[in-house]
C-alpha cells in the first residue's frame, strides 16, 4: 500500500495530479541526493511556486507528487538477503513525524513505540519485497504509519524502497553488535 501518488513533468501536469491527489503534498525532484528540493505544499499557490524550482533541479526528471500522510510515524527497516532467505537487521523509529527527509532525522532503534502486532506486519511485508525484487544484499524499506481512525491500529505505507545498503546500516550494526554490511 502506498500514499496516492503521481508523476509530472510540468506545472500544468503537477497542478492537474495535484486536484486528483489533494492537499497536503510531498513534492520533490527525482533522482536527488538527501532531499535536495523537497517540500511540504498546502495549496494550488505554494505549488506553483514550488514547481519552478523543483523542474530546474530535476531537469529531464519527473517530479515526484505523494499525498502527505499528516500525523504518520516514518519508520527504516534495513534487510539483508541472499535470493531465499530475509533478515531483518533493524526497524527503526523516526523521532520526527514523516515528511522529514530520512537524513535529518532521528531515529531509535528498535521502534519504542510500536505495538508487536506492527512490528510484525512491517518484518514481513519487508520479506515479502525483498522476494519479489530478488535481492541478494543489503535492502531498506522507508514506510509511513498512519493511525487509522476507526480501529487504531496503524495502517502500513510504502514510501520507498532501496535494493542497496542505505546510510542507516553503520547505525543498525552498531546498536545490534551485527556487522550486517561485512556479511552481505
Known amino acids: 500500500r502506498q500514499p496516492d ?7 500544468k501536469e503537477a497542478i492537474e495530479k495535484a486536484e486528483e491527489l489533494g492537499f497536503p503534498l510531498v513534492i520533490r525532484p527525482s533522482y536527488v541526493l538527501g ?33 502527505y500522510l499528516k500525523g504518520a510515524l516514518e519508520i527504516d527497516v534495513d534487510a539483508l538477503a541472499d535470493g ?50 530478488k535481492v541478494k544484499g543489503l535492502m531498506n524499506v522507508q514506510y509511513a504509519l498512519k ?13 520507498e524502497v532501496n535494493p542497496r545498503a542505505s546510510r542507516t546500516v553503520p547505525f543498525v550494526a552498531k546498536a545490534t553488535g551485527v556487522q550486517v554490511a561485512k556479511i552481505a
Open 5 to 11: 501518488n503521481a508523476l509530472c513533468r510540468s506545472e
Open 35 to 67: 532531499g535536495q528540493g523537497m517540500e511540504i505544499v498546502q495549496t494550488i499557490d505554494e505549488m506553483k511556486s514550488y514547481m519552478t524550482r523543483a523542474i530546474e533541479v530535476s531537469g529531464k526528471n519527473p517530479v515526484l507528487l505523494d499525498r
Open 84 to 133: 531465499k532467505d530475509v533478515y531483518i537487521a533493524g526497524i527503526m523509529e523516526h523521532i520526527e513525524e514523516a515528511g522529514i527527509h530520512s537524513g535529518d532525522s532521528a531515529c531509535v532503534l528498535p521502534p519504542h513505540s510500536l505495538p508487536f502486532k506492527t512490528v510484525k506486519e512491517l518484518e514481513q511485508q519487508t520479506v515479502k519485497l525483498a522476494k519479489a525484487l
Open 147 to 159: 493511525r487509522n481512525k476507526e480501529t487504531g491500529e496503524y495502517d502500513v505505507f510504502i514510501l
